[in-house]
């Protein structure tokens, strides 16, 4: 089941608010739960016995790290090494086994794990390993309560893509259970899913048509188009990428708002960044704050000379690769910011923070250049012929035909990418008539637009 779907909005949504705001405080967080699970096993049970085994091993493990905090980094070892088997098992085993065999020919056999992914797995999987190290580092106690601890796991507006909450950060939350929502956070969220679905559903799926196009196996093809339409294709991926993750959390936040939870914005305009390191900051943001507080600052961060800090920086970029997929265009990927981010730390960035228009170009294009390495591992799409689409002037298939038909879309997407949707909004929300009028009207847009298409999944729930 997906945000954006009419099963999800008109028939889950709607019923699971109402039980959710009628039943009594101190069991909101069990019928959550139930409501998470029937949200997870909508699609499917296959999977349903390893979330539930993880929930119950790590409440456990998170209850004995509290108990046995001066035995040293065994146990937490132990639940880290547990939940990391679990992902590498499902998301990387057979990229191991083939990059082995590739080295070896040794011909070992591939799993049979099928193609699809648990749901969610790269998100709760991370969530409960920053759970079991802020406990044994103390910056959080051990969750006593088994219901409330698999909420967290499980909770669904947070499930398919993120964004990746700490317990920390929820805690509270989780355990006011008299006044948990308020009219004020309600109408929030509900504003936040709507702006949020805006850009999935009018934005991203639109704009992406034009890059399905030229790569989908009913497209034109990479190899037939010019220069010029090569680098639009990579323009539309890019926004629409932006649109639909950055929709898909708007949504998250805005339905755990309406559920009483206050979460922290997982995008902030990226596309205005005026350098690479800026940019970090504003893109999946909760991504890159784990990164951090579980990697690069466990291994020493800034605080150990520059060879040590790019080393850490370079754990940290290839990791951040590898956890998008089990390719090795995500790898070349987070290795491509790791050396973009290393010449800005060494020298580059006191320039750009002194230049006006140039360092925000120079952004786009190395960001818009970064996504077409990351969406390399599509059939249509090999990164050494777009790469030679990019940069050697070819001919083909002229961009005027798809300008034509979505110049308009891609305009609008360039606006809404920067701050003016948010400065309008200010503007429009100082006239109370006049906001819920363009606020119905958007919703009513949403709603069109989503019994028109075809329920597209969030671009993200693939990582």
Known sequence: ????????????????????????????????????????????????????????????????????????????????????????????????????????????????????????????????????????????????????????????????????????????????????????????????????????????????????????????????????????GILAYSLQLYFDFAGYSEMSNGLAAMLGFDCAANFDLPYISGSITEFWRRWHISLSSWFRDYIYIPLGGNRKGKGRQLLNMLLVWAATGIWHGASWNFICWGLYYFVLLTIEKLFLLKHLQKGRVWPHLYTLFFVVLGWGIFTANQPGAPLGLLLQKLFTPQSGISAMYYLRNYGVLLVLGCLCSSALPRWLWQKISRCAPLKIIVFLLLALLCIAYVVAATNSTALYANF
Not at 8 to 19: K, Y
Not at 119 to 146: M, R
Request: glycine fraction near 8%; hydrophobic fraction near 55%.
């Open 1 to 232: 089941m997906v945000f954006n779907s009419v099963v999800f909005l008109f028939c889950f949504l709607p019923a699971a608010l109402v039980l959710y705001y009628i039943t009594p405080g101190r069991a909101k967080n069990a019928v959550l739960l139930v409501e998470s699970l029937l949200f997870y096993c909508w699609t499917g049970t296959a999977f349903l016995p390893l979330v539930l085994c993880l929930v119950a091993f790590n409440y456990v493990w998170g209850l004995l790290l509290t108990k046995a905090r001066k035995v040293g980094w065994i146990l937490p070892l132990v639940a880290i090494l547990v939940n990391l088997g679990v992902l590498v098992y499902f998301k990387y085993a057979n990229f191991l086994i083939e990059t082995w065999n590739q080295i070896t020919h040794f011909g070992l056999s591939s799993l049979d794990i099928g193609d699809v992914l648990p749901l969610g797995i790269s998100y709760y999987i991370f969530k409960i390993i920053s759970y079991e190290v802020d406990v044994y580092t103390g910056k959080v106690e051990a969750e006593k309560n088994p219901i409330t601890f698999a909420c967290y796991v499980l909770f669904f507006p947070q499930l398919i893509v993120g964004p990746i909450v700490k317990y920390r950060d929820m805690a509270s939350q989780l355990h006011q259970y008299t006044g948990r929502c308020s009219l004020l956070q309600i109408e929030h969220g509900i504003e936040l899913f709507v702006f949020g679905l805006a850009k999935k559903v009018i934005l991203a799926d639109s704009i992406g048509a034009l890059w399905t196009d030229i790569i989908g196996s009913d497209g034109v093809g990479l190899a037939n188009v010019s220069t010029p339409l090569a680098w639009l």
